[in-house]
């Protein structure tokens, strides 16, 4: 009596209509969501942003920027480059003279996101609480 592997016993799954269909939506998806991020990702040559108005109704002193570059430079409402370390220290002199502080958190095109998200967690850390983080692109100081 031979005896049958298992393998051999074992017949190929059945594609349906269904699964295939299922399959290219989900390939257009994909396909779609890399183009929408890829899209967004620059200015065309030539062009600049827009300027956006100031909406906060605070005075300047009670909001401070804080803008991320390449190479790990960080700037303080334009005035750097200044160490994520001592983001800290300014952060606590800064928050001892303001009643309601708010933090910006700003990028260029050439920084890194990790160091945009440095500066949020060192704001957050500092126990501001109203940061907010600025999505549009921002030319290099």
Known sequence: MRRERLKDQIEDPRVSAFDTIVRAVVVLISM????????????????KPK????VSAEPAASQVTLTATRNHCFYWNKEGPISVEDFGQRLTTWLKTVKD???VVTAD?????????ALYH??????VAHVQ???RIHPTP
């Not at 969501?33 to 062009?47: I, K, Q």
């Not at 300027?51 to 100031?54: G, R, W």
Request: hydrophobic share 45%; net charge positive; aromatic share 4%.
């Open 51 to 54: 300027p956006t108005p100031n």
């Open 109 to 117: 095109e050439t920084a890194l996101l990790a160091d945009a998200m």
């Open 133 to 135: 983080l600025e999505v």
């Open 122 to 127: 060192e704001s957050r850390r500092q126990r």
């Open 32 to 47: 779609a969501a890399v183009f929408y991020a890829l899209a967004g990702r620059g200015l065309p040559a030539g062009s």
């Open 101 to 103: 502080p708010r933090v």
